[in-house]
Antibody, heavy 123, light 107 residues
């Protein structure tokens, strides 16, 4: 059974870079060309898609509201994909989830989620 | 980007009643690539419906999705006590893939 687990710091200072990793277990990240995703949820608010990466091609896309602050990559040798979010502000405080869509090539309809990791941006 | 508006914001029902949740898009969703999620407090979202009307694995058949174009509906035929949660729609027909603001289903 495929499982995802986010890891990274729980507290980051403003203007710094957040680095999160999603480790995939119970299967290979490169078996199929899924569009692995990062989604976040500020406390008490709704869900926001951050961006996604294809596991085989490595091509990515991200929400334009985040402009050039986002870097998403995949490391098939470690069965992981990662998120870097630069120039943090308090508005980036959220639960960060990694997820996989129900079908290959799709950008949404995520049927497998990590438990989420809370990230607080504060000095 | 495609903006999704969910209504009502809060739906108050008793177990056994039927529920109808709406998701309206600011423009037609390509391919009717519209999903519904259920999120309980402190948990990750759970996929219920994808491609507007396809139930995800393990989802009870009291949940059904319908719609096309820019208007979509999630129906719960008879609400069970474990169904009370927040429900989100998401379009994944065009990037950026956007979510609605959520409908809270409360007792």
């Amino acid at each position: 059974q495929l499982q995802l687990e986010e890891s990274g710091p729980g507290l980051v200072r403003p203007s710094e870079t957040l680095s999160l990793t999603c480790t995939v277990s119970g299967g290979s990240i490169s078996n199929n060309n899924y569009y692995w995703a990062w989604i976040r949820q500020p406390p008490g608010k709704g869900l926001e898609w951050i961006g996604s990466v294809y596991s085989i091609s490595g091509s990515t896309s991200h929400h334009p509201s985040l402009k050039s602050r986002v870097t998403i990559s995949v490391d098939t040798s470690k069965n992981q994909f990662s998120l870097k979010l630069h120039s943090l502000t308090a508005a980036d405080t959220a639960i960060y989830y990694c997820a996989r869509p129900v079908l290959e090539w799709l950008g949404g309809a995520f049927d497998i989620w990590g438990l989420g990791t809370m990230v607080t941006v504060s000095s | 980007e495609i903006v999704l508006t969910q209504s009502p914001g809060t739906l108050s029902l008793s177990p056994g009643e039927g529920a109808t949740l709406s998701c309206r898009a600011s423009e037609s969703v390509p391919g009717s690539y519209l999903a519904w999620f259920q999120q309980k407090l402190g948990q990750a979202p759970r996929l219920l419906i994808y491609a507007a009307s396809n139930r995800a694995t393990g989802v009870p058949d009291r949940f059904s999705g319908s719609g096309s174009g820019a208007v979509f509906t999630l129906t719960i035929s008879r609400v069970e006590p474990e169904d009370f949660a927040v429900f989100y729609c998401q379009q994944y027909g065009r990037s950026p893939y956007t979510f609605g603001q959520g409908t809270k289903l409360e007792i």
